[in-house]
């Protein structure tokens, strides 16, 4: 562990102040725009534009870094971030924030591509996981740290646009001043969704749905909590409990999907989320928000993980890596309908509407395992599951991918 901090400082420093700054932007903007009097279909509209963008993000900007570099795309990435987190506080319209949303998206994914490969580029193989595991735990702290930062006193409204912008502005330097050499890229082949529906129609289908859910909940929990009489402090808290929670149980539940069927884990999940929106459901008192939306993002976020394994237990070493660009791809698409479907089904059924989505999303995911269940078992060397960051923030990215693709080429040559 300290051999990966010491070689890799420079990247990490940087990605942890891109998380923190993007985990808060992504929460304020939901509760200033709150503030500022924009209905939940404006900020739903408004927030969806940066799954928009990283539909765009996640195709071109790996064939930007071939062509230019690893550190150019970083610092004209993190720029043009910074520049939106700025034009954020300068402005107070929908129109204005939904372009810089849109820009945003366009940026992180590349951001988190840069920092993947040149941390996979630059690890050797006896610390790739221990790389892995730091590069998780930012991905995890970095966000809950910036969504807690939204409960700060900011009597103007200025001073959490502002820190945003530095920190994004920040995170340029430790890559500039590190004297690392920037490793060779060449941006990967992707795999057509048609063709990883062949392989694995359950990851397909579940990564769609269950990304619908989550970035549904996301988005729309402190706008819940917010309607519930909580202050922005309360409602940035109950959205920092959810994410930790969603952390903490990765690691259990990969170990878990690791020695069973992978299925079984996804069902499991899926029922128990589906159960507590229920619960959410019937009892819609503001206690049961942070405790209930704690329950559903546990439940809910490592799904995908599991789901990616599942079709890389299928898949050869040689897929894994085009493949994950595609499951991103796919998360993406699904986080697009979540959003705008979040926030405009607080108030529908008697304040029902986001649970009624959780349960349905929940019964649907684990009825597709368990057919997917009964028409095949399950296959017989599998691999591990890889442990993926919180939404809006470092998507399930190539550096999981590649330590996943060149551990089974190391197995299969020993």
Not at 66 to 75: M, N, Q, T
Not at 100 to 129: D, H
């Amino acid at each position: 562990m300290q051999r990966a901090l010491l070689d890799n400082w420079a990247l990490f420093l940087g990605m942890l102040m891109l998380m923190v700054a993007n985990g808060l932007l992504v929460t304020l903007l939901s509760i200033r725009g709150a503030g500022l009097g924009f209905s939940p279909l404006t900020i739903s509209l408004m927030q969806a534009c940066y799954p928009l963008g990283a539909l765009i993000g996640t195709i071109t900007v790996p064939h930007l870094i071939e062509k230019v570099g690893h550190i150019r795309v970083f610092s004209a990435l993190a720029s043009m971030v910074s520049i939106a987190a700025i034009i954020h506080l300068l402005t107070n319209d929908p129109y204005s924030w939904s372009a810089m949303r849109f820009l945003a998206g366009v940026c992180f994914p590349g951001l988190y591509v840069v920092t993947e490969s040149w941390l996979n580029a630059k690890s050797e193989n006896r610390i790739r996981a221990q790389v892995l595991s730091v590069y998780f735990i930012i991905q995890t702290l970095g966000p809950a740290l910036g969504t807690a930062l939204v409960g700060f006193p900011d009597p103007t409204g200025n001073l959490m646009f502002g820190i945003v912008s530095i920190l994004m502005s920040l995170a340029i330097v430790p890559l500039l001043l590190s004297g690392n050499r920037a490793p060779d890229y060449s941006a990967p082949d992707r795999m057509t969704v048609i063709r990883l529906y062949r392989v694995s129609p359950m990851a397909v289908l579940g990564i769609i749905i269950m990304s619908v859910g989550v970035s549904a909940w996301f988005i729309a929990l402190p706008l819940y909590a917010l309607r519930q009489g909580f202050t922005d402090a309360q409602a940035s808290g109950a959205l920092v409990v959810a994410m930790i929670a969603a952390g903490l149980v990765q690691y259990p539940v990969g170990w878990i999907s690791d020695n069973t069927d992978r299925r079984y884990v996804v069902i499991g999940l899926s029922v128990i989320s589906a159960i507590a929106a229920l619960w959410m459901a019937v009892d819609t008192s503001p206690s049961r928000i942070v405790i209930g939306f704690a329950i559903i993002a546990a439940m809910t976020l490592p799904v995908y993980s599991i789901l990616a394994a599942h079709a890389n237990d299928q898949l050869s070493p040689g897929q894994v890596v085009p493949a994950s660009g595609t499951m991103a791809f796919l998360l993406q698409f699904g986080q697009v309908f979540g959003i705008l479907l979040g926030p405009n089904l607080i108030l529908l059924a008697g304040g029902r509407g986001l649970q009624i989505l959780l349960v349905g999303i929940g019964i649907g995911v684990a009825l597709i395992a368990v057919a997917r269940r009964v028409q095949r078992e399950a296959p017989a060397e599998t691999g591990e599951v890889q442990a993926t960051g919180v939404l809006g923030m470092a998507q399930p990215g190539r550096l999981q991918a590649e330590v996943l693709a060149a551990s089974e080429e190391d197995e299969t040559k020993d």
